[in-house]
């Protein structure tokens, strides 16, 4: 089994917490760039990761509402089941579709503001774990295969996880510059 539900779940209220403590840092540091480390500074990886999380998120939801609207068919993609299984993402190997890719005209007030609606969505999550935990209805990641409700809250774990290594990574080269 490659998922965990209370353990991601877990870790993902971590990782958002994380990701509001950087929310709180000043601008200049948010808008620091390191091209040796990533060509995206650190708002803009904080930025990607929460509007790929926010369709996962807001699917999932959606999935506890209605599971009528989605089908119990498919399965994930070989490559799927080894990001999710190894739950690390190969740094610089995949593209971010355009819907996920950060734009010049996002504040951070906007990214604030995103970050607390999947607050939300984590809590409507959390609020219903045993329908979610049993659901057996898919949502389809147009990369990594067909994604049940654990599956994607795999994916927002491992996903999260390996922007905020980048995150760090960038913000530790203001110690250093």
């Not at 990761?49 to 998120?57: D, S, Y």
């Not at 690390?88 to 607390?116: C, F, M, Q, Y």
């Not at 409700?149 to 760090?168: A, D, E, Q």
């Amino acid at each position: 089994m490659i998922t965990n539900f209370d353990k991601d779940l877990q870790a993902v209220d971590h990782l958002y917490s994380e990701i509001e403590t950087l929310l709180e840092k000043p601008e200049v540091v948010l808008r620091h760039r390191y091209p040796a480390i990533s060509k995206w500074s650190t708002d803009e990886q904080i930025q990607h990761v929460l509007l790929a999380n926010r369709w996962a998120l807001s699917t999932m939801v959606s999935m506890l509402r209605d599971e009528a609207e989605f089908s119990e068919s498919g399965r994930l993609k070989p490559l799927g089941m080894l990001l999710l299984g190894f739950g690390a993402i190969p740094r610089g190997r995949g593209k971010a579709p355009t819907a996920a890719k950060p734009s010049t005209e996002a504040t951070l007030s906007d990214l604030r503001v995103n970050h607390r609606q999947q607050r939300g969505y984590l809590r409507k999550i959390r609020e219903n774990q045993d329908l979610a935990r049993s659901l057996s209805t898919r949502f389809q990641h147009p990369v990594l295969g067909d994604f049940t409700l654990s599956h994607g809250l795999r994916f927002v774990r491992v996903h999260t996880r390996h922007h905020l290594k980048i995150v760090n990574e960038i913000l530790a080269t203001l110690e250093t510059t």
